[in-house]
């Protein structure tokens, strides 16, 4: 009997992989991370591999710990795997040459994903893999979610009959997440591929003391090529094993697999050959082609290494007279990708030969991280080989108005396969469940109907208000089409935000007669005239039907909150057609039923009624007699800022609008340089309420200000006069302070349209009105009124004059909130307890640093484009920001201070033998400077300015390039900013080399305590007791101390912070740490919703850690030191909580209960005894050094 | 030997001392030694639906539907299926319990919603309950509703629930209602078996320092028994079903007097949770030897024997033997004069 299942990718890979293997090492890298969660899920589950045995799943502290376990257990006899992408299989490289350079038979899936170059990308294409292609393993690709599956077995079972390594890829998110009905491979064809006797083989070279032998040697001259040319025979015989595996998976199965697969016309003329996903959209147009008579095919390269010339060639028909070889990566300066030149060689080398004539090879680059392949672009290619002269290189999909290399295609080509298909498209919110949702209405139509059924989905990259595009198909036939729904094809369209109408073409995806479902608050008869009249016209141009509900109200009143998914679920199935409605509502029942099992009959109960009551609110809004009013269908943007710079314009802006595919290469910077401050152009208005400042209760203590995780909440000090003409409803008042002239105003503004609505600033205010205790001196309140006119004021607040700096009082918080924030909106989680850190950092030292950021949520929201935080004062002067790698951020750091240091030098030197041009007070002054504190850096930015001056009328040969250099006699202040997936595990190395050295830089670590940008995998810093992925029994030891590690060095000032508990000391330690003039690690607690517990309470989580004892303050400066004082200082008082109340207020430590409520209670006991120890240890050191009178200076 | 058996819901106990809901029997073998320790019956630990409905929202939010994120990540919390809810874990626990004790074993349900309380109660006496105390936790702080509508509340929530389960329902209730006495009939109309008198709704504190409201666990104090002896006095006499004391008892002397009041039974929590499971057998033995001196031969002959009915002087659980005992209080010298 067959079995279909719904799953994507990752999931069918995973399955065969966790089938075949006794160790799994793994770390998580998107987008490959699923696969080993799987593992890790089922090994939880306890379930067996082939042989009856729980694989052991271990995560290691990088790519390159997971690659050499691996190694290690491989060796050793076990039969091993592991799951990677991108940067993390580069890291796995060393390894590799290793393992196959001793022949090891294992399998590496990877979800292929770009690498970073001049940008990171987290999407599919296959420059990783290429960069494997000399390690010694083979490459075998898999094109859709069914091959993942069949790949991955067929890969297992011809590594250990050939013993050569194979790297198993797929293309990211196209296929690791597409979600798609496959036919299952049954555990009995599993079995029956994987030969055992070639199992105990493997075992019987394991290194054994039993009958030991060295494997690893060094060898010299006199060997090492012999030896290396020695497995060639295991090379030449590989194909042919391969092969063998795929007919024998073909017998078993009944799908046939060749090494090179051709499709299309017997006779063909033009032929392309590709690799990966593509090869499915190209089948799918070869099928059109060939069905009007066009002669064109198709080879579908599946085994890459070792390359088969002679099978290759023998796929490609003779009849070809001209071939395009189309790859997915870039080799920069090469005149040809890979896969081009493997095809041209053995092209060549059988047309010198004399086998075979030699046709005409093209070259071409499509799909760079993800970038769409449709089977118009693959028409282009054909058209492109029918040229009398094609274009030996080319792109397809981008204009290319640089070097012109890239091909036009039809935008309109649809392909008979995706006119025989029903499509589907749906608009939601990351948050609102739309995505599970479709996963679960294509299990439903896989299960329930023979129809196939596929679904992929579009995030953007924010991760508050992050906005999803579901694309499914369902078709009688396999669905071949590896891109997204194109527009005019989708028969149903549903936006699941009533805000989206206005902010996106939520029609183009629309199909002349289909139907448009939105949810909206308004009434049927009512919602028409709200619409943008661009909709409107859309609506009746194109014919649809438009259907309309409520479904917060009916969530609401059927129990179920604002959790929509399944209401829109329902609507889906109730007016698509595409499944019988009763039958569909059965289904659905089924799915929640399934959903909720044991966790929650009661929450199964409630979406039972919400199914029940849902068809009730669903109404057709009648068309007839509604008119367009004669409006344009042609999606009208939202209004470009009037002050918005040219680059915003032109390439920030139209990247919101979604319209980033169609900018030129043109239109791109040449090295992946950005301008900074361009967040503030967003305006996502995502914040349902926003704060109001009550300015006659506030007491202008800056708390508010200093919580505020996008910096949307302000304070400025002016003088009075300057709010003359303030907007009627800009609040302002005199300053509290005595330390401010006479006459200033201080006011606290809210961006209202970049705030997220946390309600963090209302959580921190200590201000009560004496009368009424829930009025505070800001008070949360709905957007929607306040909007037009906060916005002005906000405006009118931005261009207040700038207020001295130098009178303010940095060191207290009143004071340094009136600092500008130098990081601004970004796309951080609303609540994010990792961004007030940084904001932080930049009011005080903006001006003047180089933050190198290590990947992850901190770089995400960082400066994933459009979106740049980073801003500039109004002398132009900001962070410089650049992200190097994972695993390397401290030593990126380092480097810029070298740098600093180094020019900084150069400069001085220069202003020494300059010293009589240019002044010898001067020169002087510029050399000897303190710039320890703010105030002196300023003295020598005047006096940098003199120097310019001076150089400027100078005649001095070096006069340029002292010239050039005195920006560095500026101090910088080096910022190493990274989460606890960088800091304790794959950075831990090089972040403590850097603190064993002696140079200025400020290490932040924002310790989440669990890898937060990849989905909550564990980290050393995951407390004892608490669920991670990879910890789902609840981690067992206790976090790192990194803190008192680096303190242990006696030359590194550390500090452990919660602004949450106690802002002050936050404050002190940033100060702290940035004054002193050797290395600084901040290792500062910022909660995560990965915690399970809602960000408006960020603030109390901290109180709480530390007062249960879970996060002690301390800070640790070598200079108290040198004055004879105790550098150690315990800045929090013993745990006044237990830990258990701690633990209980967060589901990563609260879900333990439920799913293992014995090892809860043992780790919660265990966490207590742990912090008693751990205050404990403090405390004596603080008490160790006895306090001495402190050295007069 | 005297004979200290006693009827509760239709049930016989092997004597009057009950350990009540606590946290106490959260744990088998903290329950099993409150059998060893004589414990007559156990009322479970009571599920409070709102911990379930608040439960449901952390799961669905973190666990079942975790979309918090973009693209890299589709949740936080690994789900690998073995999340039960804790209605199941209590179940669970009411199964092993009763399959280990040889005593009845009581469930105790906190519900707010009546399909809570309707879809519980069933589960509950399906996986064994003895019967059902219902734990009625109403705040009456709307102006809009009348002590009639609060009475009507329990009285549906009563109602339904008997429909749907055999097993005897003890309504376990606040002091604050108009007429008590009235009340309880109205309930033994509707089919309760015993009321238990009287629950001790969470006193929210304040907070000096950060003015706001503070919850903590307040343990209850041997004054309190007052209370429950005064109502437990009124209703004996007045009603057949069961009458059950709980709250306030920490040694034999309040359980005596509520004994004697007319309880049935006498619930045990505090003074457990304070001194383990050996308080309840030093109880026991300080009544029994209380009888044994005043020549008792069977808890039958002492229950209810001061009930109102049977006082010589019914006013002495009146309003004026309050005005007696205030004008009998002497402040101490210095205080007013």
């Known amino acids: ?1193 | 030997m005297i004979d200290l058996t006693t009827d509760y819901l239709g049930l016989t106990l092997k004597n009057p001392l009950v350990p009540s809901s606590s946290p106490l029997c959260k744990q088998l073998d903290t329950v099993l030694r409150l059998e060893d320790a004589g414990a007559a019956a156990i009322v479970l630990h009571s599920f409070y639906e709102e911990e379930l409905i608040a439960e449901d929202a952390m799961a669905e939010r973190f666990l079942l539907h975790a979309e918090l994120h973009d693209g890299e990540s589709a949740g936080f919390m690994p789900d690998h299926g073995k999340y039960e809810s804790s209605i199941d874990q209590y179940l669970d626990h009411l199964r092993k319990v009763k399959a280990r004790l040889s005593i009845p074993v009581i469930a105790s349900l906190n519900g707010v919603t009546p399909s809570g309380w309707i879809d519980l109660g069933q589960e509950m006496q399906a996986a064994g309950a003895d019967a059902l105390e219902l734990n009625v936790y109403h705040v009456a702080a709307n102006p809009a509703e009348s002590g009639d509508d609060v009475e009507a509340r329990y009285l549906a929530l009563l109602t339904e629930l008997k429909q749907v389960v055999s097993v005897p329902i003890i309504m376990k209730l606040p002091p604050f209602f108009s007429s008590l006495p009235h009340f309880v009939r109205r309930l033994e109309v509707s089919g309760a078996n015993g009321v238990s008198l009287f629950n001790r709704f969470f006193q929210p504190d304040i907070d000096l320092d950060g003015l706001e409201m503070v919850e903590q666990l307040q343990l209850s104090t041997r004054e309190e028994a007052l209370l429950r002896i005064r109502w437990i006095a009124i209703l004996r006499g007045q009603t057949p079903m069961t009458l059950a004391a709980t709250g306030g008892v920490y040694g034999h002397e309040e359980a005596l007097k509520l004994l004697l009041a007319g309880a049935d039974v006498v619930h045990l929590a505090s003074c457990l949770l304070e001194h383990g499971p050996a308080r309840l057998s030093q109880i026991l033995e300080a009544i029994e030897a209380w009888m044994v001196e005043r020549e008792y031969e069977s808890l039958a002959q002492l229950k209810g024997s001061m009930c109102l009915n049977k006082l010589r002087d019914p006013s002495a659980l009146a309003r004026q033997s309050y005005i007696r005992v205030l004008d009998s209080f002497t402040p101490r010298p210095g205080v007013w004069r």
């Open chain 1, 1 to 1193: 009997m067959t079995t279909y299942l719904n799953l994507d990718g990752n999931e069918a890979a995973a399955r065969m992989a966790y089938l075949g293997s006794e160790v799994v090492a793994i770390y998580p890298i998107t987008p490959s991370s699923n696969m080993g969660e799987w593992a890790d899920e089922w090994a939880a589950q306890g379930k067996p591999n082939l042989w009856g045995v729980v694989p052991k799943i271990i995560e290691m502290q990088s790519e390159g710990g997971a690659a050499g376990a691996l190694h290690g257990a491989l060796t050793s006899g076990a039969l091993g795997t592991s799951f990677t992408a991108s940067q993390g299989l580069l890291l796995f490289i060393p390894n590799l040459y290793k393992m196959a350079g001793e022949l090891t038979p294992f399998v590496l899936h990877v979800a292929a994903r770009a690498l970073a170059t001049h940008a990171l990308s987290i999407f599919g294409d296959h420059s990783d893999v290429m960069a494997c292609r000399a390690t010694g393993c083979a490459l075998l690709a898999s094109n859709s979610v069914q091959e993942a599956q069949d790949m991955a077995l067929i890969a297992q079972a011809a590594t250990l009959a050939g013993r050569i390594p194979v790297i198993h890829f797929f293309d990211g998110f196209r296929t690791s997440h597409e979600v798609a009905k496959i036919v299952a491979v049954e555990t009995e064809t599993v079995r029956a591929m994987i030969d055992d006797t070639l199992v105990a083989a493997h075992r019987a070279r394991a290194l054994s003391p039993e009958h030991p032998v060295l494997r690893g040697t060094a060898q010299n001259p006199d060997v090492f090529f012999q030896s290396r040319e020695r497995a060639n025979p295991f090379y030449d015989a590989f194909p042919a094993i391969v092969q063998t595996a795929m007919d024998r998976f073909g017998e078993l199965t009944g799908r046939h697999y060749r090494l090179f697969d051709y499709v299309g016309a017997p006779d063909a003329e033009r032929v392309i050959v590709v690799m990966g996903s593509a090869a499915e959209t190209v089948e799918e147009t070869v099928e059109h082609l060939v069905a009007r008579g066009e002669k064109v095919g198709l080879v579908k390269m599946r085994l890459f290494r070792p390359l088969a010339s002679a099978a290759l060639l023998e796929a490609i028909p003779a009849t070809a007279r001209a071939i395009a070889v189309l790859d997915r990566c870039k080799e920069p300066g090469s005149e040809g990708e890979p896969l081009y030149k493997d095809v041209v060689t053995a092209l060549a080398e059988a047309a010198a030969d004399g086998t075979r004539s030699m046709p005409r090879v093209i070259g071409g680059r499509f799909g760079l991280a993800s970038k769409e392949f449709t089977p118009g672009m693959v028409a282009a290619v054909f058209a492109q080989l029918a040229a009398a002269q094609p274009r030996r290189q080319f792109t397809v999909g981008i204009v290319d108005d640089v070097t012109h290399l890239s091909l036009a295609w039809d935008a309109a080509f649809r392909s008979d396969a995706s006119r025989r298909q029903q499509h589907a498209v749906f608009w939601g919110l990351g948050a609102d469940g739309t995505v599970s949702a479709n996963k679960n209405s294509i299990k439903i139509v896989g299960e329930s109907t023979g129809l196939q059924a596929q679904g992929y989905f579009v995030y953007d990259s924010k991760k508050s208000g992050a906005v999803t595009v579901s694309h499914l198909r369902f078709g009688d036939s396999s669905i071949r089409s590896s891109y997204l729904v194109e527009e005019g094809m989708a028969g149903f369209v549903a936006c699941h935000q009533p805000v989206f109408v206005e902010r996106y073409d939520l029609l183009a995806h629309a199909a002349p007669g289909g139907v448009f479902l939105l949810n909206t608050p308004e009434a049927a008869d009512a919602v028409w005239a709200g619409l943008p009249a661009a909709m409107r016209a859309g609506i009746v141009a194109k014919g649809l039907k438009l259907w309309v509900i409520d479904a917060y109200k009916v969530a609401q009143d059927a129990g179920m909150g604002r959790r929509i998914n399944t209401i829109m679920q329902t609507c889906f199935f109730a007016i698509s057609g595409i499944l019988p409605r009763d039958e569909a509502i059965a289904a659905i029942k089924k799915a929640v039923d399934k959903t909720y099992g044991k966790k929650s009959k009661r929450l199964a109960d409630l979406n039972h009624r919400a199914i029940d009551v849902t068809l009730a609110n669903l109404h057709e809004v009648p068309l007839a007699g509604l008119s367009d009013d004669g409006a344009s269908p042609i999606f009208v943007a939202p209004a470009v800022p009037a002050d918005a710079p040219a680059h915003v314009r032109d390439f920030t802006l139209p990247i919101y609008r979604g319209e980033g595919n169609s900018l030129p290469v043109s239109a791109m910077p040449v090295d992946g340089t950005f301008t900074t401050g361009t967040a503030k152009f967003e305006k996502r208005n995502i914040g349902l309420e926003i704060p109001v400042w009550e300015s006659d209760l506030c007491t202008q203590c800056g708390k508010c200000v200093f919580v505020c995780p996008h910096s949307a909440i302000r304070a400025r000090a002016f003088p009075a006069e300057a709010a003359i003409e303030a907007p009627i409803t800009f609040k302002h008042v005199p300053a509290k302070s005595k330390d401010f002239p006479a006459g200033t105003h201080i006011s606290y503004q809210v961006a209202p349209e970049d705030c997220t609505g946390c309600g963090d600033c209302v959580e921190a205010c200590p201000i009560h009105d004496k009368t009424n205790i829930s009025r505070l001196a800001v008070n949360m309140a709905p957007l929607a009124p306040l909007r037009e006119a906060e916005r002005d004021n906000f405006d009118f607040f931005l261009k207040l004059p700038d207020f001295d700096r130098s009178l303010l009082k940095h060191g207290t918080i009143p004071g340094a909130m009136l600092l500008d924030p130098l990081f601004e909106f970004s796309g951080a989680c609303a609540g994010c307890g990792e961004t007030p850190y940084i904001r932080l950092a930049t009011q005080l030292f903006g001006d003047r640093m180089l933050v190198a950021n290590a990947t992850g949520c901190s770089s995400i929201y960082g400066a994933n484009l459009p979106s740049t935080p980073y801003t500039v004062n109004g002398a132009g002067r900001g962070p410089a920001w650049s992200n190097s790698l994972f695993e390397d951020n401290a030593e990126f750091g380092l480097g810029m201070r070298l740098a600093s240091d180094q020019l900084m030098s150069y400069a001085m030197q220069l202003t020494q033998e300059m010293a009589a041009e240019i002044g010898g007070d001067l020169a002087e002054a510029l050399v000897g400077a303190d710039q320890r504190q703010e105030a002196g850096i300023r003295a020598q930015r005047e006096r940098v300015a003199a120097l310019l001056q001076k150089l400027a009328a100078s005649r001095h040969p070096r006069a340029k390039e002292l010239a050039s250099l005195a920006e560095w006699l500026v101090r910088r202040s080096v910022w190493i900013i990274g989460g606890d997936g960088w800091a304790y595990d794959i950075g831990y190395g090089g972040l403590d080399h850097i603190l064993a050295l002696s140079y200025d830089v400020n290490i932040l670590v924002l310790d989440t305590e669990v890898y937060s940008n990849t989905g909550g995998q564990t980290s050393k810093a995951t407390p004892l007791g608490a669920v991670a992925k990879f910890s789902a029994g609840g981690k067992t030891t206790a976090k790192k101390d990194l803190a008192r590690i680096a303190s242990d060095y006696g030359h590194v000032y550390v500090a452990t912070v919660a602004y949450g508990a106690k802002d002050v000391h936050t404050l002190k330690a940033f100060h702290e740490a940035e004054s002193h003039a050797g290395p600084s690690l901040i290792v500062a607690y910022s909660p995560c919703i990965a915690h399970g517990v809602d960000m408006l309470y960020n603030q109390r989580q901290q109180d709480m850690a530390v007062k249960t004892g879970h996060w002690p303050l301390f800070r640790y400066d070598p200079r108290v030191e040198e004055a004879g004082g105790n550098p150690f200082r315990l800045d929090s008082a013993p745990p006044t909580q237990s830990i258990k109340a701690f633990m209980d207020s967060e589901t990563r430590f609260a879900m333990l209960a439920r799913s293992h409520p014995d090892a809860a209670e043992r780790l919660v006991a265990q966490a207590q005894k742990d912090a008693d120890r751990r205050y404990k240890g403090y405390q004596e050191i603080a008490a160790a050094h006895a306090p001495a009178a402190p050295k007069e200076s």
